[in-house]
Nanobody, 124 residues
Framework: QVQLVESGGGLVQPGGSLRLSCAAS????????IGWFRQAPGKEREFVAA????????NYAESLKGRFTISRDNTKSMGYLQMNSLNPEDTAIYYC?????????????????WGQGTRVTVSS
């Protein structure tokens, strides 16, 4: 069993940055892929980024490449999502999840555990 808790969301102005954190408990974290997904109001949950257990495999949503950076620290059981140059279209609830590296780790249904999400609002 893995429990995930996201933090770091909030209100930020366009062009600003946020760093989201995902704190994990459970023995399998260090061997699991971490994925970040987001769900904007009225839209379906979408893939943001994923990193495999040792950081050798990383995928990003094409539209977010260059602005978002995913990372992890297995010694602390933490995952991170650095978000730069934020714009109002990035407003969403952001979720972290863990699971195997399957299908490029882009598909939500392949993940086993999910956090409750942290809200990010980009507005002036």
């Amino acid at each position: 069993q893995v429990q995930l808790v996201e933090s770091g969301g909030g209100l930020v102005q366009p062009g600003g940055s946020l760093r989201l954190s995902c704190a994990a408990s459970g023995r399998t974290f260090g061997s699991s892929t971490i994925g970040w997904f987001r769900q904007a109001p009225g839209k379906e949950r979408e893939f943001v980024a994923a990193i495999n257990w040792n950081g050798n495999l990383i995928n990003y949503a094409e539209s977010l490449k260059g602005r978002f950076t995913i990372s992890r620290d297995n010694t602390k059981s933490m995952g991170y999502l650095q978000m730069n140059s934020l714009n109002p279209e990035d407003t969403a609830i952001y979720y972290c999840a863990t699971g195997p590296w399957t299908r490029g780790a882009r598909v939500a249904s392949t993940y086993d555990y999910w956090g409750q999400g942290t809200r990010v609002t980009v507005s002036s």
